[in-house]
């Protein structure tokens, strides 16, 4: 019942879960006097879900399981149950076991080529809590990224304002509360292989004079010890190992310092510390930061968007643009000035008594750094550069790698990234740590497009999207085209060249059910029950990219929708697609839609068939009740 005013209250029929019109019909047709047997359901699972290669035992598994849940008994049965009717049936496609994406294929990618053939799942400025300018620093979303699966970790390193010889992590010249370093690094070290095997990359944003650095040394010696990678005498890796080969190893990786001690007339005075290029409404931050450092800073939780954006983007976030969008908005664009490097040098010596010290400290720090990394002199045609004796990583901001492409280096880039490592970072401007499109720099061969966990909206679901693919193991091989000499990349730049279609994908979207377990009955309408509607779309190359137009009409009134809706998308590079379900509530008397779930998953390892597709928050976590909230 829901209240109307005070003294009048509305009844509404509580709906029920019940099979769609087509789940009754294809039930029918693959069962007997309502019954689907073993060999009905090995039928259905060959003919219908096109399984690989299904046995009869594993059609008996299912029935067991099911009548297990349900307590079905079937006459004369023995040891093994006689099969499915309608309601258990129904009841197995929205379990677990007949998720989109495999649950029992695991890491099954090719993972013996070299890193460089791999997207790494990445995060930026992993240790804040929430904005860039006055959130907390803390070792928990090094934890949670670790725990959901991140292969790269950002630390940005500064000397402690409270130890003489500390080093403590923090967003330089804002109002974050700083972290100890070493909590950062135990952090990693007991969470980097519960979610995944397989290397984690440490990357260090570096502002430490030498004799810091051999204290960072000393610090990833002790608690690693044998977990890092450590460079052969030629110090430059030749080519980057394999992610195989690399199991349970960690890597660190960050512009190393100088071999020798700077001439004197080089030296920065003893009482300057390195220049940071910081955005003029940070610059106001940077004289009070040692100040705040050592106090606790007042921070905020991520906030959310203005309330002067739309409904639909201050429920979900903006809408993520393709790459015609920001190239033309890009080329029309002047002053849009990066203002964050994070190939940044490092600080000048400390005192001048540690002046021998600094010498022997750097080396030690130099020693442990497999992935260098750094910009050569000049522009974007250097920087581009692939050198046949080394490999190296660089790094890009957001707007660099857009001007880049608007520039035509996107072939350099794909050449660049076939050998190399290419790290993409959110432009400086994102204060509210939002998040940026990753597909533009996917297209391009880039491995590590370093996110704002913490976050939650569009480009984030993306994100997460990709990396459910291999077994959610944190690296997903790069498409094929993207490591050949030459192919299909060549004509994904040229605007004027039309893809041929690969795939056509076809999607129906049946019902949802599951918003009664996970919310009060009042969450979406204080005076019915929710109007919920989908909207189904792709997110991939300009070519396929499709905005959430396409829809679902509002079913008024119930908690177990039923929509019966097909959608189709042609699509060119289907290795790169990922499909985007948005689940809303129509609210006509707010004019504002309420969050009902979302989900997103790679095209390409979909599982053909009826399939159950759980949703999750605007986090990107699934929601807590694990049968609440599917969409079939």
Known sequence: SYRVCFCFRRWFHVGVSEPPEAIESLFNQYSENGIMTVDHLHRFLVEVQKERNPKKEDAQAIIDSMDDQLNLKHPHSSDQRKGLNLEAFFKYLLSEKNSPLCPSRGVHQDMKAPLSHYFIYTGHNSYLTGNQLNSKCSAGPIKDALKRGLRGIELDLWPSSKKKDGVEVCHGGTLTAPVDLTTCLETIKNYAFDASEYPVVITFEDHLPPHLQGEVAALLTRIFDKEILLPDDSECLKEFPSPESLKGKIIISTKPPEDKAKDKENELP?????????????????????????????????????????????????????????????????????????????????????????????????????????????????????????????????????RAVTKKYGQDIVRFTQSNVLRVYPKGLRIDSSNYNPLIAWSHGAQMVAFNMQGYGRPLWLMHGMFRANGGCGYVKKPEFLLEKTGLYRDLFDSEVNLPVKTTLKVTLYSGEGWDKEFHHTYFDACSPPDFYAKVGIAGVPGDTSSMTDQTEPIKDSWVPAWNKEFKFQLTVPELALLRIEIHERDDILQKDDFGGQTCLPVSELRQGIRAVPLHDRKGNEYKKREASHVL
């Open 270 to 402: 003893k009482s300057t510390s390195c220049h940071v290029n910081f955005p003029p409404f940070m610059k106001m931050f940077n004289h009070t930061r040692k100040k705040v450092c050592g106090q606790k800073a007042k921070h905020q939780e991520y906030p959310r968007p203005s309330a002067s954006s739309s409904a639909d983007e201050a429920e979900w976030g903006e809408e993520v643009p393709n790459l015609k969008g920001i190239v033309k908005t890009t080329n029309g664009s002047t002053n849009d000035k990066d203002y964050s490097d994070e190939e940044g040098s490092t600080n000048a010596d400390g005192d001048s008594e540690k002046t021998q010290q600094n010498v022997v400290e750097a080396p030690k720090y130099r020693h442990l750094i497999s992935m260098h990394a750094g910009k050569p002199k000049g522009g974007l045609k250097e920087w581009l550069k692939v050198e046949v004796d080394r490999v190296r990583r660089l790094s890009l901001s957001e707007l660099q790698l857009e």
